[in-house]
T-cell receptor
Framework: QKEVEQDPGPLSVPEGAIVSLNCTYS??????FMWYRQYSRKGPELLMY????GNKEDGRFTAQVDKSSKYISLFIRDSQPSDSATYLC????????????FGIGTKLQVIP | GAVVSQHPSWVICKSGTSVKIECRSL??????MFWYRQFPKQSLMLMATSNEGSKATYEQGVEKDKFLINHASLTLSTLTVTSAHPEDSSFYIC????????????FGPGTRLTVL
């Protein structure tokens, strides 16, 4: 079983829709969770960072962690064409001294 | 967030030549940097972990003699693709890690390498 699983998509939604992006993980010791956005032919940029269970909101973006299910989500409200990108979940290891585990990334296309 | 730069942003070279890619942390010091490779429509593949002042740790299947990494200072790591061949053509991305105030990883903009 992979440490982090993410559906690669692609996911196409109409402009204004609510988008739900998800990852599952296997190691219950994971504590920090990150979401990156990568535009085509660009390096990933850190979008959100969450710790422990619960929700964290930043503008149109909400990151949610359910530790009991080992499930993390990123919601995008009022999606815009400029949100079209690949979204990667990333989980740093406990202790922080080994490599961060990245999901494969979900490609999102928001259609005007 | 912290800024990581890469140079060059793209490079085209002939088969058999060597190419050096620089990765700099602009406004912070990074004891650990990472080099990734990304093929079209695929995710990031970690190639190696670079620690300042010590030898890089390569992932399984990555040739250390082909992909030379030097992390000579807290703000600069370099990746040299030696005797490049067309199959080395890819998007190379570096990343720098900070641990305080919390563990975060910041990526450079990437370097597109095309070997003719």
């Amino acid at each position: 079983q992979k440490e982090v699983e993410q559906d690669p998509g692609p996911l196409s939604v109409p402009e204004g829709a609510i988008v739900s992006l998800n990852c599952t993980y296997s190691n219950s010791a994971f504590q920090y969770f990150m979401w990156y956005r990568q535009y085509s032919r660009k390096g990933p940029e850190l979008l959100m960072y969450t710790y422990s269970s619960g929700n964290k909101e930043d503008g149109r973006f909400t990151a949610q962690v359910d530790k009991s299910s080992k499930y993390i989500s990123l919601f995008i409200r009022d999606s815009q064409p400029s949100d079209s990108a690949t979204y990667l979940c990333a989980i740093p290891p406990p202790g922080g001294y080994q490599k961060v585990t990245f999901g494969i990334g979900t490609k999102l296309q928001v259609i005007p | 967030g912290a800024v990581v730069s890469q140079h060059p942003s793209w490079v085209i070279c002939k088969s058999g030549t060597s190419v050096k890619i620089e990765c700099r942390s602009l406004d912070f010091q990074a004891t650990t940097m990472f080099w990734y490779r990304q093929f079209p429509k695929q995710s990031l593949m970690l190639m190696a972990t670079s620690n300042e002042g010590s030898k890089a740790t390569y992932e399984q299947g990555v040739e250390k003699d082909k992909f030379l990494i030097n992390h000579a200072s807290l703000t600069l790591s370099t990746l040299t693709v030696t005797s490049a061949h067309p199959e080395d053509s890819s998007f190379y991305i570096c990343s720098a890690r900070v641990t305080r105030p919390r563990l975060e990883q910041f990526f450079g903009p990437g370097t597109r390498l095309t070997v003719l």
